[in-house]
């Protein structure tokens, strides 16, 4: 701002009157104010996380409880079988194809009305639910890096560095089975 | 295992002092440039100061998630600007009746202080008249400002504070130089038409 209205306005001439008008210094105060609203923010903090770790434990939960409600139960299973077939096993493996000819004095069977297959399902051997039994001091730990996670107070390149400070796994003994040897029933023979 | 965690936790809390630090050190380092760009804006030093402290919070809560902290005095500039330009558009009104009280209040205080300066100094009524003129002319620039485009207006305005060049500008923006020079080149322009009536 020069004060002479006669001089050309230049681009350096605009430009010094802009800076000009932006010389604003902070008040002695601002830097203590700005700290006090960030404090402010820290303080929220672990609400913001009480409602994060709600969160999780709501979505851990509904996981959960979908994974044990689809989950089907160990073993083989017959579904959609109708009651009558449940004695006849071999209808059960080729229903429409196999029953039919047996069955001499029923009347054709029109294709509409042919019973609907039978399904058999059948599980894995091994069960469901598999299950880690854990001592109550590692499952404070876990618990306290679950609450760190979901204050989100974990930098991302800490975690991977977790390799090396995980204790070596202990090797898996073999496992060897005694072979099974059948004996025939004493009373059997005698029939 | 717990020990192990432990240890994890512990390092967490050690990164988390750092980031304090880190805050700490950016917020001491930006606070002009933040209160320039809400000021530029707002034009109340007090209102612009409130800006600059909220965007300061706003920064801090997601100073985590900032991957590249050398991009913070950009980002800081990007959301104190928005926050002002809210506050503005908020309450109109007001910060136009303020912004004319203050205006006010300098052109007055500029013709009493620079007439009696003036005098005690010996010299004529002129220079008093100078320093008033000094004062309107700062009225119709900053209405020239106003009323540019929202970006040739934070390119122009970015390019006065702390005497920024085409880099530093186009850093702050996150543009190419070239689009802050031909930022600039429309603001000057339209600038100095608003202005020209000034220059003669």
Not at chain 2, 29 to 41: E, G, K, N, Q, T
Not at chain 2, 73 to 102: G, H, K
Request: charged share 30%; hydrophobic share 45%; proline share 7%.
């Amino acid at each position: 701002m020069d004060g002479h209205v006669d001089e050309a306005l230049t681009d350096r001439r605009l430009d010094r009157e802009i800076e000009a008008l932006l010389v604003v210094e902070p008040s002695p105060q601002f830097t203590a104010r700005a700290r006090e609203r960030v404090a402010r923010v820290q303080m929220q903090a672990p609400w913001h996380g009480s409602v994060l770790r709600v969160g999780a434990a709501a979505a851990a939960t509904a996981v959960v409880v979908i994974g044990m409600w689809r989950m089907p139960t160990p073993g083989p299973r017959v579904s959609e079988r109708p009651p009558s077939a449940a004695s006849r096993p071999d209808e059960a493996v080729t229903p429409s194809v196999a029953a039919h000819p047996r069955d001499e004095a029923a009347p054709p069977v029109p294709l509409s009305a042919t019973p609907r297959p039978v399904r058999v399902e059948t599980q894995p051997a091994e069960g469901p639910h598999a299950e880690i039994v854990i001592s109550r001091e590692d499952a404070a730990a876990l618990q306290r890096l679950v609450d760190v996670l979901a204050a989100r107070q974990l930098e991302p390149g800490v975690l991977p560095q977790l390799d090396s400070v995980s204790a070596p796994l202990a090797p898996i003994e073999e496992i060897v089975l005694e072979p099974i040897t059948l004996s025939p029933i004493a009373g059997l023979d005698s029939e | 295992m717990h020990e192990r965690v432990d240890h994890v936790v512990g390092r967490l809390v050690t990164v988390d002092h750092d980031l304090e630090r880190d805050f700490e050190a950016r917020l001491v380092d930006s606070s002009r440039l933040a209160i320039r760009v809400a000021f530029s804006v707002l034009r109340q030093r007090e209102d612009a100061e409130d800006v600059a402290q909220d965007a300061f919070a706003k920064a801090y809560r997601s100073f985590r998630q900032l991957r590249d902290r050398d991009r913070f005095r950009a980002w800081l500039v990007r959301m104190t600007w928005r926050m002002a330009i809210d506050r503005q558009r908020a309450n109109p009104r007001r910060v136009e009746r303020e912004i004319q009280d203050s205006a006010q209040r300098e052109i007055w205080g500029a013709r009493g202080a620079g007439v009696e300066a003036g005098l005690q100094a010996g010299r004529g009524p002129s220079d008093a008249v100078d320093v008033v003129v000094e004062q309107e002319r700062a009225e119709y620039l900053w209405a020239a400002i106003e009323a540019l485009p929202e970006k040739l207006r934070l390119t122009i305005v970015l390019a006065g504070i702390e005497g920024y060049d085409v880099r530093e500008v186009a850093a702050l923006l996150d543009v190419p130089d070239g689009t802050v020079k031909s930022r600039l080149f429309l603001a000057r322009k339209a600038l100095k038409e608003r202005l020209s009536w000034m220059a003669t």
